[in-house]
Structure formats: C-alpha cells, structure tokens
C-alpha cells in the first residue's frame, strides 16, 4: 500500500511540473518586475551616515541591510556602485571594503587615494582579513544572510573617507545613480533620500552620538530577465531556511535541451 501510494505521489508531481513548463508563468520571455509575491515588502537598504568632518570631505559609514525575508546573498557576493554628484570627489580610503577600480589618480604625486573613480563599485572583503581593516559587519565575503535566516549576519558594513567634496552639511551632495547586485541577482535601487539622524550609543554604554548627515537608497529585487535565451524546465524542491538547494535534473520537464536553466 505505502509502495502504491508513493507511485501515485510521484506520478502526480511529474504532471504537476509538466504543466507548469509549458504555461507561460514560466515563459523565458516575461517581463521585468520589482514586485516579489512572496516577499513584497523585502528590500535591500543602504543607509548612509556622515559621522565626522575632513579638511576635504567627510568619513561616512555605509550600511547594506537585506530586510528581505528569505533572499540571502551568496558567492560572488553583493557590490555596490553609485555616481559621485560633483564628479570629482575621490575616495581617500575604505575599511571594510575595497573599490574594484583604482580610476585615474594621475593628479596625485604623493598620498595616491583608493579611488579616483566617478562611478566607484564597492565589494566586501574575504574573511580572512587583518583585523587592522575590518570594521564590524564586515569581511564575510560578500554573503549576507536574510533577516528570517540570521538576522546577525544581514548587514554588511564599510566606512569611506571622501575627499574634494562638501564640509558642511550644506555643500555635501548626495550621490546619485545606485546600483546593488547581489550575487547574480539584480536589483532596482531607487534615489538616496535624506532620512532621520541615525543615533549610535558608544561602546562603554555612557554616550549617544548622533550623525551629521542620514541618506538611505532602497533597492528592490528584479525578478526576471527579459533576455534569458533557455528555458525555465526544472523544479528545486528546497526550503528557504536552507543554505543548500536541491540539484535540478537534466530535461526535467522533457526539454530538448542538454541541462536545465534554474
């Protein structure tokens, strides 16, 4: 009887799947959306704060905060890029993460900044980073956790010391033009926005500080891509508190296709 019963359950998932192969929810050729129905309200955050002042600039800390619930990021990890709004402003140094692009720095003959780019991408460091470097939430490798899996490892962290930019809270311009991948998932950030003063207690537990300037940017998660040549055709039965996902067979829905597009 358990023997006929798992015959019926298998044959029963077969057809389920077939089905849903050839219906157009799982068309290659949707459109883009920045609507999750399993998570609607899910966003990456990115909270920027200006905590001290610099003869040139400033040093701001940056938080990347993945408040979906489910969607964590994984290998090759997340990056971060925005455009400078004066188009001149550099990068003096970064603790907890680097710029992938050092730019044309050639102006400078001595004290050379980390990045010189107009358009800097930022990514985190490995974990296997001098403690000299690190900042906390930082060096995990570009992972971050969702907020249902480890709530403690769904913030990534840096902190940016910007040069040839304002000094005050009235000549600093905010950034423009945000863009997050996170792993090999895209996404749709919006434009930053000044937000309240973040507030920060120190350490011995004695003082709160408060930061001179607050802009966060919220980034959504793109659930397609319209330019996906093969076909969707396999089905990955896994949890979403699972780190790991179950390998999808080949020609899983009977495709002509050597593997599957997961």
Known sequence: MKSLYRVSYTISFFFLFSSLCNTSILDSSVLVSVHDPYDPTGNITIKWDVMSWTPDGYVADVDIVNSQLYRTVQPPGWKLGWTWARHDEILWSVFGGQAIDQGGCSRFISNIPHSCSKRPVIVDLPTDTPLNQRITNCCRGGRLSSRYQAINKSTASFQISVGNAGTANRTVRMPKNFTFIGGRAEYICGPAKMARLSRFTTPDGRRTIQ??????????????NVANKLPTCCVSLSSFDQGKTANCPTNSCGRRIETCNT
């Open 211 to 224: 930061a001179f300037m607050t802009w966060k940017v919220v980034c959504t998660y793109k659930r397609a």
